[in-house]
């Protein structure tokens, strides 16, 4: 049996093959099916980014003055920009929940791909192992609120990050256009993720090269070495700055406009982080399943420390990836809940955590080991999968039902649900 291959048997006799990348695909494929059985999917601001997309593909229709009246374009490059676009554009060929389904496609199949390619530009052929954790992610709380550029930026963080880490050694100048391009799209999605991602990838270079730097000048006693081992910081810093200096440029004219912050209590921080939060939505149904998720994790950062331990591994390229997911936990402890018109900060980074964490887990572990960890994250997957269909297939009724009527709602008329005895959602955050 090939390596990442699974063997399936029955009354002692092997009946198939399938290789982890076959159950990829059929995972991919089977993420995608609630968002084209149901007619709705259910999120709180999915429709105003349709709206949103709507009015600038007729804003320069002659006869649509008062949108233009109402509304002023403005087409500076900032963040949030992408799902307006990429929705404006399949507009124009399909209608507006269509056009929806396509975009959210993209993005739920986007972040398991996207992780699958970072994983493999640091473990190769053993990416295999915990891949599945992108797809326990790519359901997430903060796409069912709707946040569909910031769901994007996931899969353009990976992609950015997987893509600096296969050339780092050799960055040449096609290599700069693509990453640069990349960090453009991720940048144009959501500036935390941007922002994550920059700091996540000078973690890595700076943990890489200070432990050659430090390694080298200590066995050969020599500044000149030390020295040359500055180099690749030096050419780090030429080609990065450049991008920090974008990063600096916006977050300082975000804190001009709005200089404070909302902060969550350290109960509701400590919960959340507990609950592993940031993948719950519409019921507490997926905490239990969470924690689950957490013990196998916690038992995979057992076994790599024995592992390490064992074969005296004091020192490894991966052990970066350990210290940004405590560097993100840090931040997602200390940052503010809101800032200006930006929320949900604490969601986006923990967001990141457990992911982080994946590349210093060993992947190259026994046989038994890596099977036993890929059917343990398949089984949560597939936990987190059902019920999340479940609840489309429940709301999505439900959403149909109300506007069963919109049809007899005359032009220019508003209509609001709430009534006086509407009560507030803390699971939507409202």
């Known amino acids: ?116 390619y970072f994983l493999n530009a640091i473990h190769k052929e053993n990416a295999w192992v915990f891949s599945w954790l992108g797809f326990i992610f790519s359901y997430n709380y903060l796409l069912y609120m709707g946040f569909y550029n910031f769901t994007i930026s996931i899969s353009f963080f990976f ?52 432990v050659g730097i430090i390694s080298e000048t200590w066995r050969d006693r020599s500044t000149r070495v030390f020295f040359r081992g500055l180099r690749p910081l030096v050419q780090f810093a030429g080609y990065i700055l450049p991008i920090y200096f974008i990063l600096a440029t916006y977050y300082l004219q975000s804190l001009r406009d709005h200089n404070s912050g909302n902060y969550r209590g350290i109960e509701w921080v400590w919960e959340y982080f507990w609950g592993v939060k940031s993948i719950v939505y519409f019921t507490d149904w997926h905490i239990p399943v969470n924690q689950a998720l957490l013990g196998v994790l916690g ?75 890929t059917l343990a994250l398949v089984v949560i997957t597939l936990l987190h999968f059902g019920r999340t269909a479940y609840d489309h297939g429940r709301l999505s009724m439900e959403i149909a039902e109300e506007v069963s009527a919109v049809d007899l709602i005359e032009p220019h008329t508003t209509y609001t649900i709430r009534s006086p005895s509407w009560n507030k959602s803390d699971s939507l955050g409202v």
Not at 177 to 202: D, P
């Open 159 to 210: 992609l950015s990050f997987g893509y600096w880490w296969r050339h780092k050694d050799g960055m040449e100048v096609n290599n700069l256009i693509v990453f640069y391009s990349i960090l453009l799209l991720t940048y144009l999605s959501h500036f935390v993720s941007f922002g994550l991602v920059l700091l996540a990838i000078s973690v890595c270079q700076i943990c890489l090269c200070g």
């Open 299 to 373: 038992l995979a950062v057992v076994m790599s420390l024995v592992y390490r331990i064992l074969r005296k591994e004091w020192i490894k390229k991966s052990d970066s990836f350990l210290l940004i997911s405590i560097i993100f936990t840090f931040m997602f402890f200390r940052a503010p809940w809101s800032f200006g018109p930006g929320g949900w900060i604490n969601d986006r980074i923990h967001l990141y955590i457990l992911l982080m964490l994946v590349p210093w887990l060993i992947h190259n572990g026994h046989r038994i080991l890596q099977i036993g960890f």
């Open 1 to 116: 049996m090939k390596l990442g291959d699974l063997g399936l048997s029955a009354n002692g006799l092997l009946i198939n093959r399938i290789s982890w990348k076959h159950l990829f695909v059929l995972f991919l494929i089977l993420h995608i099916i609630p968002i084209w059985i149901f007619s709705f999917f259910p999120s709180q601001d999915g429709v105003s980014h349709i709206y949103n997309a709507h009015v600038l593909k007729e804003y320069h229709r002659h006869e649509n003055y008062i949108i233009r009246d109402v509304w002023q374009l403005n087409l500076t490059v900032f963040p949030n920009w992408l799902s307006h676009i990429s929705l404006t554009g399949m507009l124009y060929v399909f209608p507006p929940i269509i056009a929806e389904k396509i975009l959210l496609t993209l993005m739920i199949i986007g972040i398991p791909i996207s992780f699958l």
